[in-house]
């Protein structure tokens, strides 16, 4: 931690080796307190919500480990977080894994106070089931916000299994009726494969979701998407939501809905940098399945899309706190 400007930062690999200490997010000290940050790295190890192979309950740990080969400065945007806000690791939400209501609660009473110490939050996943009760406590209450949303699926169907309105695949549906999305500032990014059905899209584009398929945004390059993206958002508050199947199952086939023809890393980092200088409200990467990758670079590509997020929060934060220049 620099006791003079009051930042913490990443145990110095010079001194401890990465494969040495307590595995923290970006290396970083664990701090309990939300007041004391200015973005909260959190884990929310829970996958109750799948359909198809479960797993990503054990993504943060993986994640927390794999983000000691993150260091201090993005070497494309010149970013370095820990000199914009005060980041550390806010440790893990506490889930009950046989109860999803419950685990619900919990998660949305952890976000809730999250916001009430003045943090933003950075999550690691978790199936995308937890994005919703993230919303519930970060915006329940108050004025709907915008959504950033890369994934190889749109994620509002109705329900499964003869009307379970609670999976990884009904987050979003549900957000937009709680209303804690503005639907009209949604976009999802790299969407694809086989469908259910003709109609499985009808209601996020009834409700004003910009959908973007893979060919469109393959078409367009990373920087038309960004273009587009920040048209759909604007300037409001928005959330960042990146499902790690929304890349090709070649680089990261440890998820549990793996979608052949999806985004390389590359293009995925492309994309997150070209997104600076929105007014996030927090972000997540969910859907790291570890299982299904025994190598570890699923998890190794889920930290660092959390380093290229954490970026841009930092910006935000440092934005809003005048730590950037012309701020």
Request: contains cysteine.
């Amino acid at each position: 931690m620099d006791q003079g400007q009051g930042f913490f930062e990443p145990l110095d690999v010079a001194v401890y080796p990465r494969f040495s200490g307590i595995a923290t997010f970006m290396r970083l000290p664990h701090v309990p307190d939300p007041a004391q940050l200015d973005v909260a790295l959190i884990g929310v190890p829970w996958d109750a919500g799948v359909t198809n192979r479960p797993g990503a309950r054990h993504g943060p740990r993986a994640m927390r480990d794999a983000s000691g080969m993150m260091r201090r400065v993005n070497h494309q945007t010149r970013v370095c977080p820990y000199e914009l806000a005060r980041i550390a690791d806010l440790g893990d939400v506490s889930v009950n894994p046989c109860d999803l209501d419950e685990t619900m609660g919990r998660v949305e009473a952890f976000f809730r106070a999250v916001r009430d110490g003045g943090a933003v939050p950075l999550t690691a996943g978790g199936d995308h089931m937890i994005t919703l009760p993230i919303l519930r406590g970060l915006v329940g209450g108050g004025d709907p916000v915008g959504l950033v949303h890369f994934d190889a699926h749109s994620d509002t169907t109705d329900s499964y299994f003869g009307g379970t309105k609670l999976t990884h695949g009904t987050p979003f549906r549900r957000a937009i009726e709680e209303g804690l999305l503005d639907p009209g500032r949604m976009i999802q990014v790299g969407i694809r494969g086989s469908m259910f059905d003709l109609h499985d899209l009808d209601f996020a584009r009834d409700a004003g979701v910009r959908i973007m398929f893979i060919e469109e945004a393959m078409d367009l390059g990373p920087a038309g998407v960004t273009a587009e993206i920040r048209r759909v958002v604007g300037e409001a508050p928005c959330y960042l939501t990146f499902d790690i199947d929304s890349l090709d199952p070649v680089y990261a086939p440890g998820t549990g809905t793996p979608e052949a023809g999806g985004f390389t890393t590359f293009q995925a980092q492309q994309m997150l940098r070209g997104l600076r200088g929105l007014n996030y409200v927090g972000g997540d990467v969910v859907e790291v399945a570890p299982p299904f990758d025994p190598s570890g670079n699923t998890a190794l590509v889920g930290a660092t899309m959390m380093f290229e997020i954490l970026c841009l929060l930092a910006e935000t934060v440092g934005k809003r706190q005048g730590r950037l220049p012309g701020a």
